[in-house]
């Protein structure tokens, strides 16, 4: 029973997987828009984004190894692989808030905060995908080993061929 709980944990349903990315890749996030606001008021706002995306990358990678994915602590492996999908993640942002810049001459906090949000979370989505598949995939598949049937093995004669040697019948089990 308490190897089954600990698969449980270890591997959870893509539901409750997700639904921990959310929460914790959410929380991460929301946190650090409000703090690459803040640090925009010292540093350019690509700098700005480029120390906060790796600050909460590196939290939120571990977050996910521990309880999203259920893998425990994350290796040095899933940390790069986390950063390159991190890196995607900030390029889309830094184009969505580079797009906006364009449109409009001076955008209000609320709408920064709006389009910021809005590219994180549709980049969100797809880092999701990655982790799940790629970089925290070995956590699944280790903590749920697969178990494989046996298939049974039948002997064949072709018709008309006689055996070279003994007659042996095999019965497959």
């Known amino acids: 029973m308490e190897t089954a709980h ?7 349903a893509a539901f409750t997987a ?12 929301i946190t650090s828009s409000f703090a690459v606001s803040a640090l925009a008021c010292w540093f350019p706002w690509v700098l700005a984004n480029a ?23 994350a290796t ?5 692989q986390s950063a390159g999908s991190a890196a ?6 830094c184009v969505a808030m580079l797009i906006l810049q364009q449109l409009v001459a001076a955008p209000g906090a609320v709408l920064e905060q709006a389009v910021y949000l809005s590219a994180s ?29 046996a298939r049974p093995v039948h002997a064949t004669v072709a018709r008309g061929a006689a055996p070279a040697g003994p007659a042996v019948l095999c019965h497959a089990a």
């Open 6 to 12: 600990s698969q449980e944990q270890a591997a959870p």
């Open 18 to 29: 997700f639904a921990r990315f959310v929460l914790f890749g959410g929380g991460v996030g």
């Open 51 to 73: 120390l906060i995306t790796v600050v909460s990358t590196l939290l939120a990678t571990e977050l996910h190894a521990r309880f999203t994915f259920g893998g425990g602590r």
């Open 76 to 80: 040095w492996r899933q940390h790069a």
């Open 88 to 93: 995607v993640a900030y390029a889309v942002t």
């Open 121 to 149: 979370a549709s980049a969100g989505v797809a880092r999701f995908a990655v982790l799940r598949l790629v970089v925290f995939a070995r956590n699944r598949s280790q903590a749920a080993p697969t178990v494989r049937a």
